[in-house]
């Protein structure tokens, strides 16, 4: 509040010159709006907004960063930041234009507003985000020169930047590399984070920095550090440990168990570029060399580095900005991405990226999230019945036969970073939903199943790496799509999807690799090193939690919701769930690394309890195919490992494990395995390998009739009534069915049901909601991009076992 003495009004900004009149040789003067033309504002942060200007004599342009300030704020490291800055010139370091000290409406505070150089070209974790595309090693070693350079610069003036990052590396529209945000940021934070209780984000911290009470300091060498994290950024599209929650990654730096990162793909880089960063990360600081003596290295010396390469990038990110030109600009898309995942923000946000940059702003750990506006809201993909039997396109599948498995590994996404486009506040619209034309007057009329009705998009781009997905309803009887995913298990609710904007929960803060929902419980397999665990799911979803959601991906509860691992289960590489239609009882099988492990579901304690161990230490390795069967007169299911063709086609071999005896012996892993999705009942095996689907007699192998033959390789299938067969592959899904009596009165089409065929996009099978298959859509042209939630709709009923 104003203070008053003998009548006379002091304001905010009269006391600040008071108290620090150093201050009147930086500030330049009360409105920053005399000297500068206000533009458009171009972000918001933290601590205020920042536009752009123009300044009125030169014409030169400006970000203006607007800061509010307190008289009672100590000032002193901000003006001592600000005199450096004042002195500091060059031309890889953002240039400091001047500051103002203005007094707000309310006369309770002043805004302290700084005028920094305008980069035009983003900074490159915008650039990334949106590319999706690791940099080149040659424009890798060009950005960290040209850093370093600056680095060098601001050591000899005594001054260390503490927070190098892809967000504080910009480029000018000529390609020229720029350090921004060097100690203005950290300063302010340091001093009014008093009050605002926050830290930084510690994925670039040096390990002297997350330890400083104990190690006694640091010096100027932590920024070489935080230059080698950035540089393992832009060749993986993010930091080291980003997959973890910040504050675990500051206690494992802080350990004496860290140990410097290095690149992951170790043969897609040069033994220059590892020399490089295993030199700038050196544990010890005192050996770990500084900028300038870092710019010696062999990796920095080449003479085809140039902004020639930087240009090259800039051209690249424009033309995948140009897809968004002709979506519909709002005022709301301000949505920062620390609200979307809780491993990806602190519990409190960071501190202001780039003051100059125009979209680097307030982005702590990673950029904003682009809010995709679809224009139609509602897009119609025709599929007509194909005249020669073809299903569209045959792309090259995968050829692991991980992707059998229902306990589906993560696709390897190098980041999960999305990008805000500059001067494009993207709003969001109503769903999109993908409608398949109904093909019944198209088929024969006495076709058995219902197929087409379409896909529903329930969730747009979405960052997770989903491994699994499982569906329950409430007891509000509310649909709820529950997500096992590398980043933790989360849920979205299917009644809302029709919704502008559906909320995903995270509810679990565990990397999660397989689901299960029986009567109201959650099995999950989850943990660095996998274990099930049992969670309650009326307690993690209390009644009034909806009220309290905010964003499109929020946090419920900040710790793990209450949940108890399943004993003896830790290690667990593959999990199976079967329920034995002849005795009611539901079983789960947990492959171990030398033995399978058998539960039973007690109703009692509402929990899945051990029943048996079999010590089997002939599992195949790797363990590709783990399914349980039931048959008829036996009370514990079989455990199928593999299947081995027979003498012919219409014959197969089952390598399985008798839980019903003692010995545990498993037949040899066969040359040429296929993958087996689901038995359909007690008389019928679904067996699916390359590009055919049939099915067999799981008593003695033989084929009973009918095969679905494709035009591409099968990466997954699903079963459903009426002895058909769902097909997915990278571009689509086919649906058919294995009745040989169809096959007989008509053509070869006859048993082709339904045809879904999009070459433009990339689809993945992840699960089963209910009767609903579940897919991922991501680009075809940009594979890392973050992907679409689909929900097939109108495909009938799968086979699999239903969940309560």
């Known amino acids: 509040?104003?203070?008053?003495?003998?009548?006379?009004?002091?304001?905010p900004r009269e006391l600040i010159f008071q108290r620090h009149p150093q201050l009147l040789s930086v500030i330049k003067g009360t409105d920053p709006w005399d000297v500068y033309d206000s533009i458009k504002e171009i972000g918001s942060g933290t601590y205020g907004h920042v536009y752009k200007a123009k300044q009125k004599a030169s014409g030169t342009y400006a970000a203006m960063k607007s800061v509010r300030i307190d008289p009672a704020d100590d000032l002193k490291t901000i003006l001592t930041e600000l005199y450096v800055l004042k002195d500091c010139?060059?031309?890889?370091?953002?240039e400091f234009f001047g500051a103002f000290l203005t007094d707000s409406r309310a006369c309770s505070h002043a805004s302290l507003w700084i005028a920094m150089e305008y980069c035009g070209g983003k900074s490159l974790q915008d650039i990334y985000a949106t590319t999706r595309r690791p940099f080149e090693e040659a424009t890798i070693a060009f950005v960290m020169r040209e850093t370093l350079r600056g680095l060098a610069h601001m050591h000899t003036k005594q001054q260390i930047h503490r927070d190098v990052?892809?967000?504080?590396?910009?480029?000018?529209?000529?390609?020229?590399v720029k350090l921004a945000d060097f100690g203005i940021s950290a300063q302010i934070s340091e001093t009014i984070g008093k009050r605002m209780s926050f830290i930084?984000?510690?994925?670039?911290?040096?390990?002297?920095?997350?330890?400083?009470?104990?190690?006694g300091g640091y010096d100027e060498r932590c920024d070489t550090w935080a230059a080698g994290i950035t540089a393992i950024e832009l060749a993986e599209l993010e930091p080291p440990m980003f997959s973890l929650h910040p504050m675990k990654a500051l206690q494992l730096l802080a350990s004496s168990r860290y140990r410097p990162p290095k690149l992951k793909e170790k043969s897609s880089w040069s033994a220059s570029f590892h020399e490089f960063l295993k030199t700038a990360l050196r544990l010890s600081p005192k050996s770990r060399p500084t900028a300038q003596e870092l710019l010696g290295h062999q990796f920095l010396a080449s003479q085809d580095l140039g902004e020639h390469l930087t240009r090259a990038l800039l051209?690249?990110?424009?033309?995948?900005?140009?897809?968004?030109?002709?979506?519909?600009?709002?005022?709301?898309?301000?949505?920062?991405?620390a609200e979307l995942l809780g491993r990806t923000s602190p519990p409190v946000e960071d501190v202001d990226t780039s003051s100059a940059s125009a979209g680097a702003v307030g982005g702590g750990a990673a950029p904003r999230?682009?809010?995709?506006?679809?224009?139609?809201?509602?897009?119609?993909?025709?599929?007509?019945?194909?005249?020669?039997?073809?299903?569209?396109?045959?792309?090259?599948a995968m050829a692991s036969a991980q992707r059998w498995s229902p306990m589906v590994t993560a696709l390897a996404l190098k980041t999960t970073a999305r990008l805000e486009v500059e001067t494009e506040k993207i709003q969001r619209q109503a769903s999109l939903v993908l409608r398949c034309s109904d093909p019944i007057a198209a088929q024969p009329p006495h076709r058995p199943l219902r197929l087409g009705s379409g896909l529903s998009k329930i969730f747009d781009d979405c960052p997770l790496k989903i491994n699994a997905v499982a569906k329950w309803t409430s007891p509000r009887n509310e649909s709820v799509l529950l997500i096992g995913a590398n980043e933790g298990i989360y849920s979205l609710s299917l009644n809302q999807r029709l919704q502008a904007a559906p909320a995903m929960v995270l509810l679990v803060r565990q990397r999660c690799l397989w689901l299960f929902v029986y009567r109201g419980v959650l099995v999950s397999l989850s943990g660095r090193h996998p274990q099930l665990y049992r969670?309650?799911?009326s307690l993690l979803f209390p009644a009034d939690s909806r009220s309290r959601l905010k964003g499109r991906v929020a946090m419920r509860l900040a710790n793990n919701p209450p949940s108890a691992k399943i004993p003896r289960?830790?290690?667990?590489?593959?999990?199976?769930?079967?329920?034995?239609?002849?005795?009611?009882?539901?079983?789960?099988?947990?492959?171990?690394?030398?033995?399978?492990?058998?539960?039973?579901?007690?109703?009692?304690?509402?929990?899945?309890?051990?029943y048996k161990c079999l010590q089997c230490p002939d599992l195949p390795q790797p363990l590709l195919t783990f399914e349980l069967f039931v048959r008829s007169g036996y009370k514990l299911p079989f455990v199928c490992v593999g299947v081995l063709q027979g003498r012919n086609e219409a014959c197969v071999r089952f390598r399985l494990l008798d839980l019903n005896r003692l010995d545990g012996l498993v037949e040899l892993w066969p040359a040429d395995p296929a993958g087996l999705d689901e038995e359909l009942d007690l008389s019928s095996v679904l067996v699916c390998h390359s590009n055919q689907a049939r099915l067999f007699h799981p008593a003695n192998g033989r084929s009973l009739g009918g095969a679905v033959s494709l035009s591409f390789t099968i990466e997954n299938a699903l079963s459903l009534e009426d002895r058909a067969v769902v097909c997915f592959y990278k571009h689509g899904f086919q649906a058919r069915c294995f009745d040989s009596e169809l096959t007989k009165t008509a053509n070869n089409d006859t048993d082709l049901l339904h045809s879904f065929d999009d070459p433009d996009h990339v689809y993945r099978f992840v699960g089963v909601a209910g009767p609903n298959p579940v897919l991922e859509r991501r680009p075809v042209h940009d594979p890392m991009a973050s992907c679409d939630l689909l929900l097939i709709v109108g495909c009938g009923h799968a086979r699999a076992d239903p969940v309560a």
């Open 200 to 215: 930084g984000t510690p994925y670039w911290m040096a390990p002297e920095v997350a330890d400083v009470r104990r190690k």
């Open 89 to 94: 010139h060059h031309p890889n370091i953002v």
């Open 535 to 537: 969670h309650d799911l």
């Open 315 to 337: 051209v690249q990110f424009r033309e995948d900005c140009r897809r968004y030109q002709g979506f519909v600009g709002g005022g709301g898309g301000a949505g920062v991405y």
């Open 165 to 176: 990052k892809g967000a504080n590396i910009l480029l000018t529209k000529s390609g020229c």
């Open 369 to 396: 999230a682009v809010e995709e506006a679809m224009t139609p809201t509602e897009d119609s993909i025709r599929v007509g019945w194909p005249a020669n039997g073809g299903g569209g396109g045959v792309g090259a």
């Open 569 to 610: 289960t830790k290690g667990c590489m593959r999990v199976s769930a079967r329920k034995h239609p002849e005795t009611a009882e539901r079983w789960l099988a947990c492959a171990m690394p030398d033995s399978v492990l058998l539960l039973q579901w007690d109703n009692g304690r509402r929990n899945f309890l051990e």
């Open 1 to 11: 509040m104003p203070v008053s003495n003998h009548n006379h009004k002091v304001y």
